[in-house]
């Protein structure tokens, strides 16, 4: 499956389904929560690692801003795309690697559950993001 590397080509939004994670992760390393939230729904979930579902951009806006602000690089590899009439369950293993001293990292690691959508004008938003886990 294809692994993403940071990049800051967000002139477009994704177009399949398994783009979701590479612009994810894309946007996640540009530190702006802003290109983060073009890729959700507007009523979109998102879970925290305490399993709080959080609704709507403002909601995910507030939860992912701390994460945003350490200014870590994250590392997405598509594990699954399932996609049916204009939805896509996906599952991702992912990286979060912040250096704060040169030579000492610290490293999240997680596997993540997301429900994709295509919309309208083909462009495939999250509905659902659960980047902890099917917990």
């Known amino acids: 499956m294809e692994t993403t590397e940071p990049t800051s080509n967000l002139l477009r939004l994704p177009q399949q389904p398994h783009e979701l994670h590479k612009y994810y992760a894309a ?29 709507g951009l403002a909601a995910i806006r507030a939860e992912l801003a701390g994460y945003l602000r350490r200014g870590g690089t994250m590392r997405i590899t598509t594990r699954l795309v399932l996609e049916f009439e204009g939805f896509a369950l996906l599952r991702s293993e992912w990286e979060l690697i912040y250096e704060h001293v040169p030579g000492q990292s610290v490293i999240l690691r997680g596997e993540g559950l997301e429900v994709g959508r295509r919309q309208a004008n083909g462009v495939w938003q999250f509905v659902v993001d659960q980047p902890f886990g099917p917990g």
């Open 27 to 55: 946007a996640f390393n540009t530190g702006d929560v802003e290109q983060v939230l073009r890729l959700f729904e507007p009523q979109a979930q998102f879970v925290s690692p305490a399993g709080t579902v959080h609704t």
